[in-house]
């Protein structure tokens, strides 16, 4: 008997290096997003509108696809509380859900022993560890 029952799937993309969230998913009708970024914006002929606020960039095409399909969420701009206002220390907060102290072990690190040895699939593709999958060897 075949299921036609998929198991929910997570897929974190974390941008850190060139890109970034803003050149992904464009606030193309935010007059600041063109004053603030007047050598590094998308121009308006690279955009894939997603509503009268928002556009994909036209190179991840297939991702639009998916969001259409519903099968993709975009949670834009996220932050947390008493930020500590440095990039480094909030990536390593981010990767280690530490707030207090300087982690050892990522969250994913934490979560993925949890599957067994179902963890092995859960980074196919993947050239590098991630801080936040540290701690499952």
């Known amino acids: 008997m075949v299921s036609t029952y998929k ?20 606030p193309y009708n935010d007059p ?13 002929d690279e955009l894939l509108l997603i509503d009268d606020n928002l556009a994909f960039r036209s190179d991840i095409e297939p991702l639009r696809d998916i969001y259409e399909k519903g099968n993709m969420a975009i949670i834009h701009g996220i932050g947390f509380e008493n930020s500590p206002r440095s ?12 707030p207090d102290s300087i982690g050892v072990n990522g ?31």
């Open 7 to 26: 198991d929910p799937v997570l897929v974190i993309i974390e941008l850190t290096g060139a890109n970034d969230y803003l050149n992904t998913i464009v």
């Open 32 to 44: 600041l997003y063109w004053d603030n970024r007047p050598k590094v914006h998308i121009s308006q």
């Open 87 to 98: 990039h480094f220390r909030a990536m390593d907060i981010w990767h280690t859900c530490e």
């Open 107 to 137: 969250w994913l690190g934490q979560v993925i022993p949890k599957f067994g040895s179902a963890w092995r699939e859960c980074f196919k593709g993947c050239e590098f560890r991630p801080r936040a999958s540290q701690g499952y060897d």
